[in-house]
């Protein structure tokens, strides 16, 4: 890369560019090197710590077993029974697709708006096969067995434990099996 005159010389098709620019206005070529950006792939491990971190992922554990965790959750109000996934973030709350709201456990349903549940209330997540619950800032909170929940700090809840949102309770069972089922269950119906 060259300069002449205070300007940068595009070194690809010769066209004169303003000093700190980053790429040339003519040909898009990356200045500061003088050829164009390239990203250099990541070495392949074959072994080691990222190999454990990925077998734990996919619900192996460290003997070889398939392990399977599935979180069945009961409305207290209308007795209806949801399985959530646990390989993804479950967002709790009430639908609004006017707004881009399409929560995994949506307590429309159930009355939400009457029981006072928050469009985007709660998370729900599993990390190292732990549960945890998560108050998005809700207008009525969240409550863990009867105690309120800081917004954005995870809770672990257990099998047996009781979640309310606002004022809708849910009853809580966990099963952690070996070679179980596989549960990946997306939205639900009424």
Do not use: W
Request: proline residues 6%; hydrophobic residues 30%.
């Amino acid at each position: 890369m060259s300069q002449k005159g205070g300007k940068v010389v595009c070194p690809s098709c010769g066209a004169d560019n303003l000093p700190g620019t980053l790429f040339c206005v003519q040909c898009g070529t990356y200045l500061p090197s003088g050829g164009p950006l390239r990203t250099e792939p990541l070495p392949e491990q074959d072994d080691g710590p990222q190999s454990a971190l990925r077998s734990r992922h996919d619900g192996v554990d460290q003997e070889g077993a398939k392990r399977s965790l599935a979180i069945e959750v009961t409305v207290q109000n209308t007795g209806r029974v949801v399985l959530l996934s646990t390989d993804r973030e479950n967002l709790v709350g009430r639908l609004d697709s006017a707004h881009g709201i399409f929560p995994e456990l949506d307590m429309t349903v159930d009355g939400g708006l009457e029981e006072g549940v928050s469009r985007r209330h709660a998370r729900i997540y599993t990390r190292d096969s732990t549960c945890f619950v998560e108050d998005l800032d809700s207008t009525n909170g969240s409550f863990l067995n009867g105690e309120r929940i800081t917004p954005y700090l995870p809770y672990a809840f257990h099998d047996g434990d009781e979640l309310t949102f606002g004022s809708l309770q849910l009853r809580i069972r966990i099963d952690n099996t070996e070679d179980g089922p596989q549960t990946a269950v997306g939205p639900q119906t009424a």
